[in-house]
């Protein structure tokens, strides 16, 4: 790992998810408000948390890339990339659809999709890259529980 550090590429990949990860917070300006407007579950974590977890998560998302961008199996890089991206992506359309959209059905299909890609990442990377699959359990994790914080709210409100 000493040797990544080194590496241009990491500090690329780590710095750059992470704030794109961050940008999807661009769509959260009414997020507070409108958090706390809605009926939630007494499981739902304060709102100011979900910002100091994600910036941890989009770390180790950014340390995640740069590992299987550097991944040495070519044919394995393949299908590894085009999974992170698509989580990615999936990631990034949450917030704009549940905080500036306020459209809790289509954020719990989105959720929803992400978790089944997360799925099928994890498997993946257990195979192929073991290490990336640790660092991006604690990101499947708070899907997870995000998940079931989303379909409650739903079933809530």
């Known amino acids: 790992m000493m040797n990544s550090l080194k ?15 961050l940008l999807s ?12 407007q809605l009926e939630l579950p007494s499981f739902a974590p304060p709102g100011w948390l979900f910002g100091p977890v994600w910036t941890i998560l989009y770390i180790l998302m950014g340390i995640t890339f740069y590992l299987i961008w550097t991944h040495p199996v070519r044919e394995e890089r393949r299908t590894m990339i085009p999974l992170f991206v698509v989580q990615f992506i999936l990631n990034f359309l949450w917030s704009p659809l549940f905080f500036a959209l306020q459209s809790n059905l289509l954020s719990v299909i989105d959720i929803t999709a992400l978790w089944i890609v997360l799925i099928i ?7 192929h890259k073991p290490i990336a699959m640790w660092l991006m359990g604690p990101y499947f994790l708070w899907v997870t529980f995000a998940m079931v914080l989303n379909y409650s709210i739903i079933i809530l409100n």
């Open 7 to 21: 590496d241009f590429r990491f500090w690329i990949c780590t710095i750059g998810v992470t704030l794109l990860g």
């Open 25 to 36: 917070g661009l769509f959260t300006t009414n997020a507070q408000s409108y958090y706390q």
């Open 121 to 127: 990442q994890q498997l993946f990377y257990l195979r």
